[in-house]
């Protein structure tokens, strides 16, 4: 499932096709907020333009893809936010300073171990649907269709909040119903009851992407004895 979520991510956030400009878009000046739809379109274009024609050069110089990659979310995906769903009730038992080097190792855990598969990309394997939140709302879900190697179509769903500022911002990818939050947090949560936040922080930073292969690993084999 892992991998699934991974790739659609990417090809997601890669490759999107822009569904129509709605009445409230095209109203808008460029000084004003983007909606969640014109936000998954302005992560995508950045994408697009950044790694088209460059793929194996950016395969060979992964500070350059990560780079590209900061660039193009960075702006658009509440991190701290996400992270703080991530950590759960473990959130309020953490310090300021906990929460912050967390948000910042796991982040670049996922980034450092999921940043090829935007390398794999083809054009057109992306649809985002009309949208139909309401844009009073503090929250809202823009909805895609992703069409991945084997030609089956899985449906790939982005959940937003506004912030404090009123920008809407990206914090979760749910695939087929599964939410990387939800997903990771379980992970998180088992880990941090096994070792303490603090070693679970320092080895996200030491060993990244490893640390997420094995607190994955784990998670499978607890599951599989269970059953």
Request: glycine content about 6%; proline content about 3%.
């Amino acid at each position: 499932m892992l991998r699934s979520l991974a790739i659609a991510t990417a090809i997601a956030f890669g490759t999107v096709i822009a569904a129509p400009v709605f009445a409230q878009d095209a109203t808008q000046g460029p000084a004003a907020q983007q909606t969640p739809v014109q936000v998954v379109q302005a992560v995508s274009d950045d994408l697009a333009k950044a790694i088209d024609g460059h793929q194996q050069e950016l395969k060979n110089n992964r500070e350059k893809l990560i780079h590209v990659i900061d660039d193009a979310f960075l702006p658009h995906f509440d991190i701290d936010y996400a992270s703080i769903l991530v950590l759960g009730q473990h959130a309020r038992e953490a310090t300021p300073d906990q929460r912050s080097r967390f948000a910042k190792a796991f982040y670049e855990s996922i980034t450092h171990r999921y940043a090829e598969g935007l390398l794999d990309y083809t054009r057109g394997r992306v649809k985002v649907l009309p949208f139909t939140g309401d844009m009073s709302d503090k929250r809202t879900i823009v909805r895609s269709q992703v069409v991945l190697d084997d030609g089956k179509t899985i449906a790939v769903d982005y959940a937003f909040r506004k912030d404090k500022n009123g920008t809407w911002k990206a914090y979760d990818v749910i695939i087929e119903g599964i939410s990387y939050i939800t997903n990771y947090r379980n992970q998180v949560d088992a880990e941090i009851r096994k070792v303490g936040i603090d070693k679970l922080i320092s080895n996200l930073e030491t060993q990244g992407d490893q640390a997420l292969k094995e607190m994955e690993q784990e998670t499978k084999g607890q599951q599989g004895s269970k059953q």
